[in-house]
């Protein structure tokens, strides 16, 4: 069964680079598209942007500027980087595979990552 | 871009039926596939519905959904509702490539 998981520092002080990681277990990552969704806390869902296995990526318009997405087919992983980080960016993010009509299944745990100095 | 517009709460008593609307501002809703996720307390979000009204294994047919182009909205509609369904429910489309999330609707099972 397809699984996901991600990993990083749960701490991150304003204006730095958030890093995550997402390990996918139990598939290729070399199929399907896969996508980064955060939640700030008591909040709602956004969107940030998914990656192809090729490299090809799509981004929310409103982070465009700050992220990266990246993907290792290696470790079957792939990564976010969102830089210059308010306390705006304070959310748990979650890893998903986003199947090709655009839904999400399955979802990671999820990870709390906090801006603060 | 297009935002998705839902209730910010619905409740209803056990063994009835509750219908969660999802509206589209700008764009037919029938133009893109509608998802419907549940998301308890403390969990990731699960998918209940997805291209408007397939039901993944495992969820029960309790849980069904439609679009409505008259109304331009999405609905999810969940009967026999049991404590269990108590939730916060969000509706998720796109255009293109670009994903958009509904606001959520908290579920009360009372």
């Known amino acids: 069964q397809v699984q996901l998981q991600e990993s990083g520092p749960g701490l991150v002080k304003p204006s730095e680079t958030l890093s995550l990681t997402c390990t996918v277990s139990?598939?290729?990552?070399?199929?399907?598209?896969w996508s980064w969704i955060r939640q700030p806390p008591g909040k709602g869902l956004e969107w940030i942007g998914y990656?192809?296995?090729?490299?090809?990526?799509h981004y929310n318009p409103s982070l465009k500027s700050r992220l990266t997405i990246s993907v290792d087919t290696s470790k079957n992983q792939f990564s976010l980087k969102l830089s210059s980080v308010t306390a705006a960016d304070t959310a748990i993010y979650y890893c998903?595979?986003?199947?090709?009509?655009?839904?999400?299944?399955?979802w990671g745990q999820g990870t709390l990552v906090t801006v603060s100095s | 871009n297009f935002m998705l517009t839902q209730p910010h709460s619905v409740s209803e008593s056990p063994g009835k039926t509750v219908t969660i609307s999802c509206t589209r501002s700008?764009?037919?809703?029938?133009?893109?596939?509608v998802q419907w996720y549940q998301q308890r307390p403390g969990s990731s979000p699960t998918t209940v519905i997805y291209?408007?009204?397939?039901?993944p294994s495992g969820v029960p047919d309790r849980f069904s959904g439609s679009i409505d182009s008259s109304s331009n909205s999405a609905s999810l509609t969940i009967s026999g509702l049991k404590t269990e369904d108590e939730a916060d429910y969000y509706c998720q489309s796109y255009d293109s490539s670009i994903v958009v999330f509904g606001g959520g609707t908290k579920l009360t099972v009372l």
């Open positions: 990656i192809y296995y090729s490299g090809s990526t």
């Open positions: 291209e408007d009204n397939q039901r």
């Open positions: 998903a595979r986003e199947l090709l009509t655009h839904w999400f299944d399955p």
């Open positions: 139990g598939v290729s990552i070399s199929s399907y598209y």
């Open positions: 700008r764009g037919s809703i029938a133009n893109n596939y």
